[in-house]
């Protein structure tokens, strides 16, 4: 079947089997490896995208779900080359040990901070309670979302994602 | 290579069309989050899939003509927040809350949960304590409204046949007297399964203090979640304080040994009842029997 929707701001138009998960078509179709599958039934997060600015688990979503709406990867945080404000507080706060866990906290932190620019701790541990994260304990990252936060990174919206951040694939 | 069929009708003639086709074999998709797991983990293959996504009408809550309806396809992150539920159906809203993550509350339906009919699902004791009905349409264009306890017959198992599907959950707009309130125990604080729940309704007598219809539902105890005709008896006619808070956590510890005798998990559940009844009452805003502060 054809499949057309949007990723980090490009349309993207291809063949897909309507039995493929959404996080298939990122990975293997397009390339955008950045997406991780951990668990494979929604429980650790890692494979977390934003559809519509909602984040979801890319790998309990068929890739037809996705029809004419508009993802967002961790591939298109970033923006002309500068990562975004989340990405920058996660190094600085060392929020990062092994990194697979990361682009899934990244994705469901961004959701948050889309809807509310100024989370509570607790808001911020209920955003990410469906991401797990076995090295770091979540300390450093409930930090990194909140310094996102008061640094005022909630203002670059998926919509405004530079046009390039899509294209990691070659086909 | 999958020989899957993929139809997704626009209105409900082209759905009725692509019922007609459905196998034993076929499924429906909503949000996905249940059917995709169970093709990826446990080599379910449909030879029919009909995806519902593109059905508006089946999406969102509304009122009319006195009636409540809850678009089945609407999802738990929509349902936690919508204003109606807050007001008129709280026990759906705080149900709806406490379902997965974030992640799968944007996605997950209130159809999906109860046609997947697990014994955990956490917005079917809500719906049995509003005494919802399933709204549901078939293959042949006919309507038929059918009590949730009818539609949900086991675990995993509907009276749903191939061809029927689930368009919407309807109950009467509850008058201001009613109270509800959704409690449930698992494993951890959030992303949990229900370990054991429960939904409560209670009507509020003019007086304010005393309850007059008590409806509960207790959820994740047996195959099914259930109403408990012996619960409901204790609370109806009785205050809502906290002695009766007691005889409340009580009757729902007995509620649980009368449903699993021999359980392994018995001894687990029975205590947890008495903490779960605790919740339920503090969440229709009476006070508690672990209060000292309180009435009792």
């Known amino acids: ?171 | 290579m999958s020989t899957l069929i993929h139809l997704a009708p626009r209105d409900r003639s082209e759905l009725v069309e692509a019922l007609a086709r459905m196998t034993g074999q076929s499924r429906l998709l909503a949000g996905g989050t249940d059917l995709v797991r169970e093709m990826t983990k446990n080599g379910l293959r449909p030879d029919l899939l009909v995806d519902l996504n593109d059905l508006d009408e089946l999406r969102g809550v509304g009122i009319k003509d006195g009636v409540i309806r809850i678009g089945a396809l609407t999802t738990f992150a929509r349902l936690q927040e919508d204003p109606v539920l807050r007001r008129h159906g709280r026990c759906i809203a705080d149900a709806a809350a406490s379902v997965g993550s974030v992640q799968i509350r944007s996605a997950a339906t209130i159809g999906g949960n109860v046609a997947n009919a697990s014994p955990c699902g956490d917005s079917i004791p809500a719906l049995l304590a509003l005494e919802a009905k399933a709204e549901i349409w078939d293959a042949a264009d006919d309507t038929e409204l059918r009590p949730i306890a009818d539609v949900v017959t086991g675990a995993g198992r509907t009276s749903l046949a191939p061809g029927q599907v689930i368009a919407a959950f309807v109950f009467p707009v509850p008058d201001e007297r009613w109270l509800t309130a959704f409690a449930k125990v698992g494993s951890r604080s959030a992303v949990t399964v229900a370990r054991l729940s429960a939904a409560v309704a209670v009507e509020m007598r003019p007086d304010g203090r005393s309850i007059g219809e008590a409806r509960v539902a207790l959820g994740a105890v047996g195959e099914t979640a259930f109403r408990d005709p012996l619960v409901e008896s204790v609370l109806a006619g009785g205050r809502s304080d906290a002695r009766m808070g007691l005889r409340f956590a009580e009757a729902c510890c007995d509620a649980v040994c009368r449903s699993i005798p021999g359980r392994y998990s018995l001894g687990y559940k029975c205590r947890a009842a008495a903490g779960l009844a605790d919740d339920v009452w503090r969440g229709l805003g009476f006070a508690s029997p672990a209060e000292p502060a309180g009435e009792g």
């Open chain 1, 1 to 171: 079947m054809r499949l057309r929707f949007e990723v980090n701001g490009v349309p993207r138009e291809l063949d897909v089997d309507p039995a493929t998960r959404l996080i298939d078509v990122l990975r293997r179709d397009l390339g955008l490896t950045g997406t991780k599958e951990g668990c494979g039934e929604g429980e650790c997060g890692a494979c977390t995208v934003l559809v519509d600015e909602l984040p979801v688990d890319s790998c309990l979503m068929l890739a037809t779900q996705v029809r004419g709406r508009r993802v967002l990867t961790v591939e298109g945080l970033a923006r002309d080359g500068e990562l975004d404000e989340l990405q920058r507080q996660f190094i600085a706060a060392g929020a990062i040990q092994c990194g697979f866990c990361t682009p899934g906290m990244l994705m469901a932190a961004k959701a948050l901070l889309l809807r509310t620019p100024d989370p509570s701790e607790q808001q911020i541990r209920a955003a990410l309670a469906g991401n797990l994260c076995r090295c770091t304990g979540y300390t450093a990252i409930v930090a990194a979302v909140r310094a996102t936060a008061a640094a005022g990174g909630h203002v670059l919206a998926p919509g405004e994602a530079s046009g390039d951040a899509g294209g990691g694939g070659s086909r």
